[in-house]
């Protein structure tokens, strides 16, 4: 059975939450972090099983269970033909006085996305620059200021043609069409790499955290006492980490031939598999990530970029 490899880039369009629980920290539901590097990550299996949940609206139950596994509760055991990595962070979008907001990448970022993309079959035709603390490196196309100022923080811009190349690249693949011309045409002049401890220091405090309340009838959060004297509602105030939107992440696949399912005989072969997902699964090339899907968070825009591309 041919494997097929991929890459799938999410592209923020709304406020995200891919929430790590409740913590004892001053912000109550923090957002995902890796251990190592405390970039936000959207795990595997949350990826996985939001991409199963657009499969189910898009394509017969028996193409589901082949691409990503049977459901719970069926008798069936094997597993689905479509492996699916976290979804890593690429670009942070932070704001600025010299423009509006810059994204912001990181050599790390970068080497590790270059080697992704090596994995699935991808050669990219640009190099990792390396960049010194007190400096920002912007593409050569940028109107380069004399200081750049993300957040409280200031860089000495310095255009540089392999940014240029990094910037058109990822430009090239999130498409026009879904995430405006506008956007994507920023992309090509308002990105800029910094040193690693420097994103980090982004990625961990330049979130958004918003307090959030649930009331009682009584329209406040403190509890009331019901008629036999005993507590009644329970009001409450805490504090959620989100990321904003502009965001991007990319997520590894691969796939193989189906296992089993009611399509196994058409799926067999990951090409079979990286087809149906391109062209009837992420037909309308949105998904929703994370918490609060009710107040209209976690919409990504999404783009399949093959192996073979």
């Not at 479509?82 to 810059?102: E, N, Q, Y």
């Not at 799926?267 to 609060?292: C, F, H, W």
Request: proline letters at 6%; a negative charge.
């Amino acid at each position: 059975m041919a494997g097929d490899k991929g890459v799938l880039f999410l592209y923020g369009q709304s406020w995200l939450h891919p929430g790590a629980g409740a913590s004892t920290e001053a912000i109550d539901l923090p957002v995902q972090r890796e251990v190592h590097t405390k970039y936000p990550v959207i795990p595997a299996s949350s990826v996985k099983g939001s991409l199963r949940e657009v499969a189910e609206e898009t394509v017969p139950q028996g193409v589901v269970d082949s691409i990503f596994g049977p459901g719970v509760g069926t008798d069936e055991h094997f597993a689905g033909a479509l492996s699916v990595g976290d979804a890593k962070l690429l670009l942070f979008p932070v704001r600025s006085l010299t423009r509006l907001f810059f994204w912001v990448t990181s050599p790390i970022a970068l080497e590790r996305f270059r080697r992704d993309l090596r994995l699935v079959g991808l050669d990219p035709d640009w190099e990792v620059p390396s960049v010194d603390k007190e400096k920002a490196l912007l593409p050569t196309e940028c109107d380069t200021p004399s200081r750049l100022y993300l957040e409280e923080l200031d860089f000495e811009p310095q255009g540089m043609p392999q940014v240029s190349a990094i910037a058109e690249y990822i430009a090239d693949k999130l498409q026009a069409e879904v995430i405006g011309e506008v956007f994507q045409k920023k992309l090509t002049t308002d990105l800029a790499v910094v040193d690693d401890e420097q994103f980090s220091y982004f990625v961990r405090y330049a979130t958004q955290v918003s307090a959030r309340t649930q009331l009682t009838s009584n329209k406040t959060t403190d509890a009331t006492v019901g008629p036999d004297g005993k507590s009644g509602e329970k009001g409450n105030l805490w504090y959620e980490e989100t990321l904003p939107p502009e965001t991007v992440f990319y997520v590894p696949l691969m796939a193989d031939g189906a296992k089993g399912g009611e399509a196994k005989e058409d799926l067999n072969s990951g090409r079979a598999v990286m087809d149906k997902l391109s062209t009837e699964v992420l037909a309308r090339p949105y998904i929703q990530l994370g918490g609060n899907e009710t107040l209209g968070h976690g919409w990504c825009a999404t783009f399949l970029v093959r192996g073979d591309e």
